[in-house]
């Protein structure tokens, strides 16, 4: 089993940058490849970016691509996604879940999620 819990959510002005942590506690965070998803009003859940293991291979939607970094510290069992240049559509509640593989299409355990607001 494996809890995360993510923090860093909040509202921000279009242009601006925020950065989301997710803690994860119980099994080796290391053994899990790790994933940000997002969900907006109305829309279905997508995968905004996923990372290995190891930190080494990464994952992006083309939606953020170039904007959005994922990374990770195994030594604080943390997940991060920097977010820059915002838009009002990255609106949405952000999860972030681990896997098997970051490349996964099933994702095993979920966070509860933190609202990103952007105002335009």
């Known amino acids: 089993q494996v809890q995360l819990v993510e923090s860093g959510g909040g509202l921000v002005q279009a242009g601006g940058s925020l950065r989301l942590s997710c803690v994860a506690t119980g099994r080796t965070f290391s053994s899990y490849a790790m994933g940000w998803f997002r969900q907006a009003p109305g829309k279905e859940r997508y995968r905004v970016a996923s990372?290995?293991?190891?930190?080494?291979?990464?994952l992006y939607a083309d939606s953020v691509k170039g904007r959005f970094t994922i990374s990770r510290d195994n030594a604080k069992n943390t997940v991060y996604l920097q977010m820059n240049s915002l838009r009002p559509e990255d609106t949405a509640v952000y999860y972030c879940?681990?896997?098997?593989?970051?490349?996964?299409?099933?994702?095993?355990?979920w966070g509860q999620g933190t609202q990103v607001t952007v105002s335009s």
């Open positions: 879940a681990a896997a098997s593989q970051y490349y996964s299409a099933s994702w095993n355990y």
């Open positions: 990372i290995s293991r190891s930190g080494v291979s990464t």
